[in-house]
């Protein structure tokens, strides 16, 4: 089991910027991918941005050269910084955690954190 705990969610005026983080216990070893998701009201959850274990990142076509997803190993945390917020990045952010087992995923998701950006 992996548990993921999310942290640096809130409010910030369109422009601003915000650093969500998510550590993960007991370890990631294992861990094949960590991946940010987010999910507006009425909308369905969508990827956002991903790591690979080598540190191959993918980021969504709206986030790209505004979001920055990094990774330290030392202390189990990946982070999603957030820069030139908009109105449309308002969401819950989810942390997920994937391992491949190893043909079928296994997926770890963290509790969510609200980033709101108003207009």
């Known amino acids: 089991q992996v548990q993921l705990v999310e942290s640096g969610g809130g409010l910030v005026q369109a422009g601003g910027s915000l650093r969500l983080s998510c550590a993960a216990s007991?370890?990631?070893?294992?861990?094949?991918?960590f991946g940010w998701y987010r999910q507006a009201p009425g909308k369905q959850r969508e990827l956002v941005a991903s790591?690979?274990?080598?540190?191959?990142?993918n980021y969504a076509d709206s986030v790209k050269g505004r979001f920055t997803l990094s990774r330290e190993n030392a202390k189990n945390t990946v982070y999603l910084q957030m820069n030139s917020l908009k109105p449309e990045d308002t969401a819950v952010y989810y942390c997920?955690?994937?391992?491949?087992?190893?043909?079928?995923?296994?997926?770890?998701w963290g509790q969510g954190t609200q980033v709101t950006s108003p207009q």
């Open positions: 997920n955690a994937r391992r491949w087992r190893p043909t079928v995923p296994e997926d770890y």
């Open positions: 790591i690979s274990a080598s540190g191959s990142r």
């Open positions: 007991p370890s990631t070893f294992s861990i094949n991918s």
